[in-house]
């Protein structure tokens, strides 16, 4: 099993934020995390990048505690995209790039190769050398998004990778992460997407997990209606809205 966590709950302050979650994902496939706004979801990850501290539980990766990695080696295994990641002044997205990559200790060949191929998966080849301060909003997450596909660690951990995104982007970088067959676990709100491309999908609600499963089997109009309040269905992909509830 590529990540286990079990029984994972997170406090900030007196708050709890997630109670009592338990998830698997195996080598290879792709789970998602769903739910409204302030279900926990992007908390539950920050524990998986060391952003957040579990109050109770375990997490695993490839049968061992992630507390027994050292900073290095979970550096090198998991690769994270998250919401606010920092632009750093007076960087280019061709130096974004090689910070990520900084921590695999390539020759320069390799490091450069790695580097332009990913920037050219997210379209951003003719914009390499220039200042990353100049980037659309979607530029920018492109940017983070080669920086992590240049690295390609063996977790992807993905909080709203299609934030920003068009369209094209949207399916051209999530459908390359499920070609490298890595494991991933992500959360979305467009839940067409969590159709197109999860293995399994966990539904969060104020801090637990209270479905999980196929996709289909877990986004029925039931569900969209408790806990999304909005009328809808999916017929196969395809998701039909009526309105909110």
């Known amino acids: 099993m590529a990540l286990r966590i079990q029984d994972l709950s997170v406090n900030i302050g007196k708050t709890p ?11 290879g496939q792709i789970h998602g995390l769903l739910g409204p706004n302030g279900a926990g979801k992007t908390t539950l990850l920050r524990t998986l990048y060391h952003a957040a501290t579990a109050s109770t539980g375990t997490i695993h990766a490839f049968d061992r505690a992630i507390t027994d990695y050292s900073p290095y080696e979970w ?13 750093l002044a007076g960087l280019t997205p061709q130096d974004i790039v090689e910070i990520g990559l900084s921590i695999l200790e390539l020759d320069k060949s390799e490091l450069i190769d790695r580097r332009d191929d990913a920037l050219a998966l997210a379209g951003l080849t003719d914009k390499a050398t220039q200042p990353a301060s100049n980037l659309s909003g979607g530029e920018l997450q492109r940017c983070y998004f080669a920086q992590l596909l240049a690295c390609d660690p063996e977790i992807y951990i993905l909080d709203e990778p299609t934030n920003h995104l068009d369209l094209h982007y949207q399916l ?23 159709m197109r491309y999860c293995n399994t999908v966990y539904l969060m609600s104020q801090g637990q997990i209270v479905g999980r499963g196929a996709p289909q089997h ?19 992909a395809a998701l039909t809205l009526q309105g909110p509830v």
């Open 17 to 27: 934020y997630v109670q009592g979650a338990s998830l698997s994902v195996p080598t």
């Open 75 to 87: 550096a090198k295994r998991v690769g994270a995209l998250v919401q606010s990641s920092g632009l």
């Open 172 to 194: 051209v970088l999530l459908d390359e992460v499920k070609r490298r067959g890595r494991t991933v676990l992500m959360t979305l709100h467009d839940l067409s997407l969590a």
């Open 218 to 236: 877990v986004l029925t109009r039931e569900i969209l209606m408790q806990y999304y309040q909005v009328d809808g269905q999916f017929h196969g």
